[in-house]
């Protein structure tokens, strides 16, 4: 069973940064594709970015390219999103989720964490 652990939320100002954490329990597979997501109050899960474990290949949605950075650590079965400039509108809590294929529904991944709050103060 693979178990996804998000860290690094938190409250910051407007224009600052957080650099959230998805640990991947061993087992994880190495051609997992893992993506981040995010949920506003009210507001429906909207997708972030991913990142082919094995290729290192990111994928962004477009309003965040930029702003935002996904990489990974295979040694520590570790993917993590930077996040730049940070706006209100960046609040949420973000989930970190693992798959087979990249989409950004969210409907082809298989596993998820349980989230981290970023809010961001105007």
């Known amino acids: 069973q693979v178990q996804l652990v998000e860290s690094g939320g938190g409250l910051v100002q407007a224009g600052g940064s957080l650099r959230l954490s998805c640990a991947a329990s061993v087992g994880t597979s190495s051609t997992y594709v893992m993506g981040w997501f995010r949920q506003a109050p009210g507001k429906e899960r909207e997708f972030v970015a991913a990142?082919?474990?094995?290729?290192?290949?990111?994928y962004y949605v477009d309003s965040l390219k930029g702003r935002f950075t996904i990489s990974r650590d295979n040694a520590q079965n570790t993917v993590y999103l930077q996040m730049n400039s940070l706006e209100p509108e960046d609040t949420a809590v973000y989930y970190c989720a693992a798959g087979p294929r990249r989409e950004v529904t969210g409907t082809a991944y298989e596993y998820w964490g349980r989230g981290t709050q970023v809010t961001v103060s105007s």
């Open positions: 990142i082919n474990r094995l290729l290192g290949k990111a």
